[in-house]
């Protein structure tokens, strides 16, 4: 090999050398993007599963609530029937009286 070819052999090794360190450059940035957004979906998860959390035990609470609110509406039903009945009694003896 003649210097001359040898030394077109080292200007192609160098435009070689500088295009894989560019295409190792891109793969670092999309590697570092890659990470960055699952690191985010990582994030996204957890924020999810706090939330689906606090959702569940909003659940049972107004599970609770409502179980409580029939009970307290049969409650009420049971005492409107009384003071009717106390009522009509009433009525009754007040109707009696002289």
Same mark, same amino acid.
């Given at each position: ?38 690191? &985010?979906?990582?994030? @996204? +998860? %957890? $924020? =999810?599963?706090? /939330? !689906?959390? &606090?959702?569940?035990? @909003? +659940? %049972? $609470? =107004?599970?609770? /609530? !409502? ?7 049969? $409650?009420?039903?049971? /005492? ?8 009509? $009694? ?9």
């Amino acid at each position: 090999m003649t210097r001359p070819d040898i030394a077109r052999l080292e200007r192609r090794l160098d435009a070689q050398g500088r295009r894989i360190d560019a295409h190792d450059e891109n793969f670092r940035a999309f590697s570092d993007t890659i990470v960055h957004i699952s690191q &985010t979906v990582d994030a @996204h +998860t %957890a $924020t =999810l599963d706090a /939330h !689906t959390a &606090t959702l569940n035990e @909003h +659940t %049972a $609470t =107004l599970n609770e /609530h !409502t179980r409580q609110l029939t009970t307290l509406q049969e $409650t009420q039903a049971e /005492h409107s029937e009384q003071f009717v009945a106390v009522r009509e $009694t009433l009525a009754e003896i007040l109707r009696r009286l002289p």
